[in-house]
Protein backbone atom coordinates (compact mmCIF):
# COMPACT_ATOMS: atom_id res chain seq x y z
CA UNK A 1 0.00 0.00 0.00
CA UNK A 2 1.15 3.23 -0.83
CA UNK A 3 1.68 5.36 2.19
CA UNK A 4 1.07 9.06 2.20
CA UNK A 5 4.74 10.86 2.63
CA UNK A 6 6.12 7.48 2.39
CA UNK A 7 9.45 7.34 0.61
CA UNK A 8 9.90 4.68 -1.67
CA UNK A 9 13.61 5.54 -2.84
CA UNK A 10 13.64 6.59 -6.30
CA UNK A 11 15.71 7.32 -8.15
CA UNK A 12 17.43 5.67 -5.74
CA UNK A 13 16.12 2.48 -5.37
CA UNK A 14 14.48 1.38 -8.51
CA UNK A 15 14.81 -2.70 -7.79
CA UNK A 16 13.73 -5.39 -5.43
CA UNK A 17 17.02 -4.78 -3.33
CA UNK A 18 15.62 -4.05 0.19
CA UNK A 19 17.44 -0.88 1.27
CA UNK A 20 16.25 0.04 5.55
CA UNK A 21 15.63 3.73 4.93
CA UNK A 22 12.63 3.27 2.18
CA UNK A 23 9.99 1.58 2.07
CA UNK A 24 10.50 -1.95 -0.13
CA UNK A 25 8.06 -2.27 -3.08
CA UNK A 26 5.22 -4.16 -3.71
CA UNK A 27 6.17 -5.07 -7.57
CA UNK A 28 9.63 -4.80 -9.15
CA UNK A 29 8.49 -5.68 -13.08
CA UNK A 30 10.59 -6.35 -16.34
CA UNK A 31 8.12 -3.57 -18.32
CA UNK A 32 8.41 -0.15 -15.62
CA UNK A 33 5.10 1.52 -15.69
CA UNK A 34 4.39 4.44 -17.95
CA UNK A 35 0.50 5.09 -16.31
CA UNK A 36 -1.83 2.71 -13.99
CA UNK A 37 -5.11 3.01 -12.93
CA UNK A 38 -6.48 1.14 -9.96
CA UNK A 39 -10.36 -0.77 -11.65
CA UNK A 40 -13.09 -0.42 -9.65
CA UNK A 41 -17.14 -0.79 -10.42
CA UNK A 42 -19.03 -3.21 -12.31
CA UNK A 43 -17.80 -2.43 -16.14
CA UNK A 44 -15.03 -5.37 -16.18
CA UNK A 45 -16.04 -7.50 -13.05
CA UNK A 46 -13.14 -9.97 -13.81
CA UNK A 47 -10.66 -6.89 -12.96
CA UNK A 48 -12.45 -5.34 -10.20
CA UNK A 49 -10.02 -4.58 -7.48
CA UNK A 50 -6.48 -4.77 -10.09
CA UNK A 51 -4.27 -2.68 -11.14
CA UNK A 52 -3.40 -1.92 -14.52
CA UNK A 53 -0.53 -0.17 -15.97
CA UNK A 54 0.68 0.89 -19.09
CA UNK A 55 4.46 -0.39 -20.19
CA UNK A 56 5.21 2.78 -22.38
CA UNK A 57 8.67 0.98 -23.88
CA UNK A 58 6.45 -2.63 -24.74
CA UNK A 59 3.37 -0.89 -25.87
CA UNK A 60 1.32 -3.48 -23.54
CA UNK A 61 -1.32 -3.24 -21.08
CA UNK A 62 -0.54 -5.49 -17.80
CA UNK A 63 -3.25 -6.37 -15.16
CA UNK A 64 -1.71 -6.76 -11.58
CA UNK A 65 -3.91 -9.25 -9.59
CA UNK A 66 -3.66 -8.53 -5.74
CA UNK A 67 -4.89 -9.42 -2.54
CA UNK A 68 -7.43 -8.04 -0.86
CA UNK A 69 -6.92 -6.27 2.85
CA UNK A 70 -5.01 -3.33 3.91
CA UNK A 71 -1.51 -5.40 3.56
CA UNK A 72 -2.09 -6.52 -0.68
CA UNK A 73 0.33 -8.57 -1.65
CA UNK A 74 0.90 -9.26 -5.65
CA UNK A 75 -0.96 -12.83 -6.62
CA UNK A 76 -0.21 -12.49 -10.43
CA UNK A 77 0.41 -10.57 -13.14
CA UNK A 78 -1.38 -11.40 -16.62
CA UNK A 79 -0.98 -9.02 -19.99
CA UNK A 80 -3.64 -7.55 -21.32
CA UNK A 81 -2.61 -6.37 -24.69
CA UNK A 82 0.98 -6.61 -26.71
CA UNK A 83 2.21 -4.35 -28.62
CA UNK A 84 -0.06 -3.94 -31.72
CA UNK A 85 -1.00 -0.19 -30.77
CA UNK A 86 2.73 1.12 -30.84
CA UNK A 87 3.72 2.88 -27.57
CA UNK A 88 1.17 3.16 -24.71
CA UNK A 89 1.32 6.60 -22.96
CA UNK A 90 -0.88 5.77 -20.17
CA UNK A 91 -4.23 4.13 -18.69
CA UNK A 92 -7.19 5.10 -16.70
CA UNK A 93 -10.18 4.63 -16.06
CA UNK A 94 -13.71 7.06 -17.16
CA UNK A 95 -16.45 8.24 -15.21
CA UNK A 96 -18.48 5.65 -17.43
CA UNK A 97 -16.34 2.79 -16.32
CA UNK A 98 -14.44 2.00 -19.50
CA UNK A 99 -10.59 1.46 -19.54
CA UNK A 100 -9.32 4.25 -21.69
CA UNK A 101 -5.38 4.36 -22.91
CA UNK A 102 -3.55 6.61 -25.14
CA UNK A 103 -0.53 6.12 -27.62
CA UNK A 104 2.65 7.83 -27.69
CA UNK A 105 4.16 7.06 -31.03
CA UNK A 106 4.88 10.52 -32.55
CA UNK A 107 7.97 11.02 -29.26
CA UNK A 108 10.66 10.59 -31.61
CA UNK A 109 11.33 6.82 -30.12
CA UNK A 110 8.27 4.60 -31.52
CA UNK A 111 7.18 4.13 -35.01
CA UNK A 112 4.60 6.20 -35.85
CA UNK A 113 1.66 5.52 -38.43
CA UNK A 114 -0.36 8.07 -40.08
CA UNK A 115 -3.38 7.82 -37.82
CA UNK A 116 -0.92 7.97 -34.49
CA UNK A 117 -1.11 9.41 -31.79
CA UNK A 118 -4.55 7.96 -30.59
CA UNK A 119 -6.97 7.05 -27.58
CA UNK A 120 -9.01 3.77 -27.51
CA UNK A 121 -11.79 2.77 -25.28
CA UNK A 122 -11.46 -1.16 -24.49
CA UNK A 123 -15.09 -2.89 -24.77
CA UNK A 124 -13.52 -6.16 -23.15
CA UNK A 125 -10.42 -8.11 -22.95
CA UNK A 126 -10.22 -11.55 -24.60
CA UNK A 127 -8.09 -14.28 -22.16
Do not use: C, K
Not at 99 to 120: E, I, M, Q, V, W
Amino acid sequence: MITRGGNYGWPVVSTEHQVPEYRSPLLVHDVPPAGLTFVVGDRYPELSGNLIFAGLGEGSLTRVVLTEGSDPRVLRIQPLLGSEFGRIRTVIQGADGYLYFATSNRDGRGDPGPADDRAFRVSSFVY
